[in-house]
């Protein structure tokens, strides 16, 4: 995306890849975070839990993968997230960016990461240089 000429309303997206049991296996070992709600559906139904679901790091991780594929990594100004719901396994999010205002060589971003019922499991802002 060309930065130079962002406007309010543009907008960039990612698919991500279908959270499977085997994608929280491999997250919970490289990022160390073993808590069994993301990996052991009998410590989920020991709390009432149905079946495991993502960490909120790794979408969390996606929305980072769509700030620094749309814009150069030494753009990005802050980046933060508030986790809303939980992503159970077998669904595939979509990560979505709109610039909300662009002003003083900043551009302020709205981030999303949404279930394909429309669900939204973490919202967020970023600010990017535009030059």
């Avoid at 930065?3 to 698919?15: H, I």
């Avoid at 559906?41 to 149905?50: L, Y």
């Amino acid at each position: 995306m060309n930065t130079a000429y962002l406007t309010a309303g543009d907008t960039f997206s990612l698919d991500c890849p279908t959270i499977t049991r085997t994608t929280l296996a491999l997250y919970a070992g490289a990022s160390g975070d073993h808590n069994p709600v993301h990996i052991d559906i009998d410590a989920c139904h020991a709390v009432g839990i149905e079946d495991v679901f993502a960490h909120g790091m790794l979408s969390m991780a996606y929305l980072g993968r769509l700030l620094t594929a749309t814009f150069p990594q030494d753009r990005l100004c802050s980046f933060e997230v508030r986790f809303t719901a939980i992503t159970p396994v077998n669904t595939t999010p979509t990560c979505t960016g709109t610039v909300a205002k662009v002003e003083d060589g900043l551009a302020h971003l709205d981030l999303s990461v949404a279930l394909p019922d429309g669900t939204v499991t973490l919202s967020g802002t970023a600010v990017v240089t535009t030059h």
